[in-house]
C-alpha cells in the first residue's frame, strides 16, 4: 500500500513537468499562430495561451502519471 502511493506520487510529479512543458510549447504554438488576439488574465497571444497549456497540461499529466505509478504498482508487484 505505501509503496503504491510513493510510485503514484513519483509518477504524478514526473509526467506533471513533462505534461506543462508539452502544454506550454503547443500553448504558445497556437497561441501566437491561430490566436494572437486572446486574452487570459492580463496577458495576450501567445502567452495567454501559453499559461493555459502550462496548466492543463500539468493538471492531465499529473493525473495520468498517478495513474500509471498505481497500475505499474498493481500489474508487476513492484
Keep these: 500500500m505505501k509503496r ?8 504524478a ?12 510549447l503547443l500553448g504558445t504554438y497556437i497561441g501566437g499562430n491561430y ?3 486572446f486574452v487570459f488574465l492580463t496577458w495576450k497571444g501567445y502567452e495567454a495561451v501559453g ?3 502550462i496548466i ?9 502519471g498517478y495513474g500509471l505509478g498505481i497500475r505499474m504498482t498493481n ?3 513492484i
Design 75 to 77: 500489474r508487476w508487484g
Design 35 to 37: 490566436y494572437p488576439e
Design 56 to 64: 492543463l497540461g500539468g493538471i492531465i499529466g499529473g493525473l495520468l
Design 13 to 24: 510529479v514526473i509526467f506533471l513537468l513533462i505534461g506543462a512543458f508539452i502544454g506550454f
Design 4 to 11: 503504491r502511493i510513493i510510485y503514484g506520487g513519483v509518477g
Design 51 to 53: 499559461w493555459i497549456g
